[in-house]
T-cell receptor, first 114, second 113 residues
Framework: SAVISQKPSRDICQRGTSLTIQCQVD?????MFWYRQQPGQSLTLIAT?????????ESGFVIDKFPISRPNLTFSTLTVSNMSPEDSSIYLC???????????FGQGTRLTVV | AQSVTQPDIHITVSEGASLELRCNYS??????LFWYVQSPGQGLQLLLK??????LVQGIKGFEAEFKRSQSSFNLRKPSVHWSDAAEYFC???????????FGTGTKLQVIP
């Protein structure tokens, strides 16, 4: 199994600013993902974080708004740029181990934009 | 494209009663299916998963789920619910080769004394 540490766990930010969320996995994993969970909603995939190359974004999400880095096999960051109140959500990091049979999730970052 | 439907947004059961949460999926081949639970303010915890073999899978916390290909369903069950089971439950599907996870909309479970 893999343990995922995500920080910050929560933050309140001013509109127009940016926040970078960090995700650290305690073991090497093959794939890492970033999800958004808007209030009262399910999880929506933002992008797949690719090691050493640009992330793969899902429809409706763009790199300028959600730049992602993955410099190595155990670490990734998601930046929420030029925030507006509509970006208030929980953002979750996920990782799939080398066995490829389970996705592990961090505790999430609860973001409030005011 | 794969998709998951959880038709029940909210369910209330009495403590000690049985529980069944419904999940229907859409995928062209044999899917990988999961149930996750999310307690308030917490991340997601895997309850159980189905890849192949026995269609009745056992999970943690006394949960089980049955894969029914003919109905494209993967319903979650528990014979006797505890107050600590109150949480939101998500069914999820993954395409072959372990790609992205697609989640259902979730079912919020309330347990009353």
């Amino acid at each position: 199994s893999a343990v995922i540490s995500q920080k910050p766990s929560r933050d309140i930010c001013q509109r127009g600013t940016s926040l970078t969320i960090q995700c650290q996995v305690d073991s090497q994993v093959t794939m890492m993902f970033w999800y958004r969970q808007q209030p009262g909603q399910s999880l929506t995939l933002i992008a797949t974080a690719n090691q050493g190359s640009e992330a793969t974004y899902e429809s409706g999400f763009v790199i300028d708004k959600f730049p992602i880095s993955r410099p190595n096999l155990t670490f990734s960051t998601l930046t929420v740029s030029n925030m507006s109140p509509e970006d208030s959500s929980i953002y979750l990091c996920s990782a799939v181990g080398t066995g490829g049979t389970e996705a592990f999730f961090g505790q999430g970052t609860r973001l409030t934009v005011v | 494209a794969q998709s998951v439907t959880q038709p029940d947004i909210h369910i209330t059961v009495s403590e000690g009663a049985s529980l069944e949460l419904r999940c229907n999926y859409s995928y062209g081949a044999t899917p990988y299916l999961f149930w996750y639970v999310q307690s308030p303010g917490q991340g997601l915890q895997l309850l159980l998963k189905y890849f192949s073999g026995d269609t009745l899978v056992q999970g943690i916390k006394g949960f089980e789920a049955e894969f029914k290909r003919s109905q494209s369903s993967f319903n979650l069950r528990k014979p006797s619910v505890h107050w600590s089971d109150a949480a939101e439950y998500f069914c999820a599907v993954v395409g072959g080769g372990y790609q992205k996870v697609t989640f259902g909309t979730g079912t919020k479970l309330q347990v009353i004394p």
